[in-house]
């Protein structure tokens, strides 16, 4: 099915956030799926193709960058406030029923991810939801934290209290590196993380010389589509965690403030599915590094409300390749059951089968 796109912008408590509008040419007004990112992405890596997906399936999409983050506005760049994305996403939701061609009467709230466990509270606080889908989420802080090492604990920490000092000298936030090694105090630090955001950037994208230089020490590989530079950093607060220049110049810094480090430790979403009052889907990966499926397969199978996917990958290739193509394709057989739409769709183009558990509850 044909589809438009556009680049879209809305207020979140003052502050403007930006990101991407995909519906299908048609004279009937289409279910609005409102989809949300995870831990310090921007909608550029790879929410764009789902959204693009949606639409081909007779869904308008709406995806954007919480405050802070990627092309949204926003001040100490990559500060990360649980509440604040939460606020973010209630803000698309209003603004995508506004928009032309959707019906505000079913809107679908999509996360991954981080944004897994964003969903989970705002659907257990909102009645109006026609549907929701979680992917690869996080739902417990504990288990989350246990997948880090025990050398990124310990960094983690040293900058929590870095963060608090510097909140009291009046300073911009100190920042924990996104991804790294093992040996690195990062928020994702298991051997197949940064190979694995690495496959999620455009092409063309390319790293600062601070990022380059900590990479090109380790040997990684960045795949055809990613270069190193010798750029200096776009903002000063990536000084020390370097960033990533993607091909649309939108920037990507290496980090989150430190403040999150904490406060993930305590958030357990997953404890919020049985408040969940419309249809949920959870797409859960047997081999999630970083939020381990354990306690998402024991939350989910508790409510009433959810219908289970278990899949044999991690966290990182439900984004690409057939990982995508079968993960997509159950979302959207979950769409049509719940949320149907009066367009007519494409037909899906034949998937290669690939072993996964149905728990439909």
């Known amino acids: 099915m044909l589809s438009t796109e556009q680049q879209v912008e809305f207020s979140s408590h003052g502050t403007t956030c930006r990101g991407l509008f995909v519906r299908p040419v048609s004279d009937h007004p289409a279910p609005l799926i409102v989809l949300a990112h995870g831990l310090g992405g921007v909608y550029e890596m790879r929410l764009d193709a789902y959204a693009r997906r949606f639409a081909e399936a007779g869904y308008a999409a709406l995806t954007f960058d919480y405050r802070y983050f990627g092309r949204s506005d926003g001040h100490p760049r990559h500060l990360l406030v649980r509440e604040q994305q939460q606020e973010d996403i209630e803000a698309a939701i209003a603004f995508g029923k506004t928009l032309p061609g959707v019906d505000g009467s079913k809107v679908v709230l999509w996360g991954t991810s981080l944004a897994g466990g964003h969903v989970i509270d705002v659907a257990s606080r909102r009645s109006d939801l026609a549907a929701s889908i979680i992917q690869a989420p996080f739902t417990d802080g504990l ?3 246990s997948a880090t090492s025990f050398v990124s604990k310990i960094g983690i920490g040293i900058l929590w ?13 100190v920042l924990v590196p ?7 105090p990062a928020m994702m630090s298991k ?7 690495f496959a999620l950037l455009p092409h063309g994208s390319r790293l600062s010389g601070r990022l380059s230089r900590v990479h090109r020490r380790r040997g990684t590989k960045l795949g055809p589509h990613v270069a190193m530079s010798e750029e200096a950093e776009p903002f000063e607060i990536g000084r020390f965690v370097g960033s990533i220049i993607l091909s649309s110049g ?6 989150v403030s430190a403040n999150f480090g904490l406060d993930i430790v305590f958030w357990r ?4 599915l049985a408040q969940v009052r419309s249809p949920m889907l959870v797409c859960a990966c047997e081999g999630d590094s970083v939020a381990p499926p354990g306690p998402t397969l024991t939350y989910a199978r508790r409510s009433d409300r959810c219908d289970l996917m278990v899949y044999p990958y991690g966290h990182f290739d439900i984004y690409v390749d057939e990982p995508f193509e079968v993960v997509i394709k159950d979302q959207l057989a979950f769409l049509a059951r719940v949320v149907p739409t009066a367009i007519p769709s494409r037909a899906q183009a034949p998937v290669p089968s690939t072993p996964r558990t149905p728990d439909p509850l």
């Open 143 to 145: 288990a989350s934290a």
């Open 161 to 173: 209290v870095a963060n608090v000092m510097a909140s009291l000298l009046g300073r911009p936030p």
């Open 178 to 184: 996104l991804t790294g090694p093992p040996w690195w």
């Open 191 to 197: 051997p197949d993380v940064v190979e694995g955001v």
């Open 250 to 255: 939108t920037v990507l810094i290496n980090g």
């Open 269 to 272: 979403p997953g404890k919020n």
